[in-house]
């Protein structure tokens, strides 16, 4: 037999996903790993899907997607955001997942380099690698606030590099992007000619400010922006999202989307449509509930004396673990094993955040404060 393909057999795996298959497998653990919103999608959004069905939206649709919906989509930038885009520039897709492997593709050629966040979702460099570019991380830092630095990001870039990928709001950090951070970064992006892939999936969670789209400030048609229902919606399990490029580049995920999933399904769409286009009530109900659940999961750390990092959006807690010693190599598993609760492990999303964990804000109330009590005690029995 003929080996299998080396690049996506040694692919990595998600650090996430394997604390998930072991915790699975021990009882009562309080589920503080996954990154999905623990709720129901909205009542409306499901009516509007089972309409759809009822009524035979059951087929294929265009490669880039319902034009119904990429009209809504078109409005809700529009009204958000005062960004002015055509239909012919948003691609609907199965999941921001599948905009961003469809993006680097339509951009990027085996052999050239694209920048990735430090620590950053784990697919990123999964993306990158399965299609044989290269990644190469840049430092996101407590200290700055987890947002690119400039100097670092010129340590990194070199000739080869094609393209790079930001993430605001972030995960796992919760950093966003200020006005002056985007507008600095497109002015590194110009300074070396690179497509800035800008990852948005979080856009309605943001805390104190607002989400500022790169977008906004793209004067060179270099910001490829990509939008996901999953979070903000409570749609995970739908694989909906879509991309915001200028059109000759939409024009090229679109095709690359034939081999990939030829469309996103036609039923989600549907949800999708509904989602984006009646009341935004849910999603702003939610943000209010995660900055709650945000602010009483940190007062239980700083009472206990342990680092954490406030996030400014998205639904996520880094927590600073240094200086703990277990038997346990990881520290993830130690939680696990010894107090009954699965984290999300920092060596997961690069090589800055080896010493912390990460928690999903994303948890039903009395789950998330027990969970944190237990990784309290668990500091300060190994501390
Ligand atoms: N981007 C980031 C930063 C994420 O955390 C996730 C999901 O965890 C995604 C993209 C993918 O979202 P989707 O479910 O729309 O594929």
Known sequence: MKALSQTRSSLPRSGIRQIMDYSATIPDVIHLEVGEPNVNTPLHIREAAFTAMNEGFTHYTANAGLISLRSSIADHLKRQYEIQVNTDQIVVTAGAVNALVATVLSLVESGEEVLIPDPG?????QIILSQESIPKRYKLLPDSGFVPDIAELEQVVTPKTKAIIINSPGNPTGGVLSEENIKELLAFASKHDLYVIS???????????KHISPMSYDTEGRVISVFGFSKNYAMTGWRVGYAVAPQQIAAVIAKVLE???SCASSVSQKAAEAAISSTQEFVHEMREIYQARRD?????????????????GAFYMMIDLSGIETEEENLAIALVKESGVAVAPGTTFGSTTAHMIRISLATEDSQLLEGVKRICDFVTKHR
């Not at 979702?121 to 460099?125: A, G, R, T």
């Not at 990852?199 to 400010?209: K, M, R, W």
């Not at 009483?296 to 400014?312: F, Q, V």
């Open 121 to 125: 979702w784990p697919n990123y460099e």
């Open 199 to 209: 990852d948005e999936v979080y856009d309605g969670i943001v805390f104190e400010d």
């Open 259 to 261: 081999p990939l999933v």
């Open 296 to 312: 009483s999961a940190y007062k239980l750390l700083e009472e206990a004396g342990i680092k954490a990092y406030k996030p400014k």
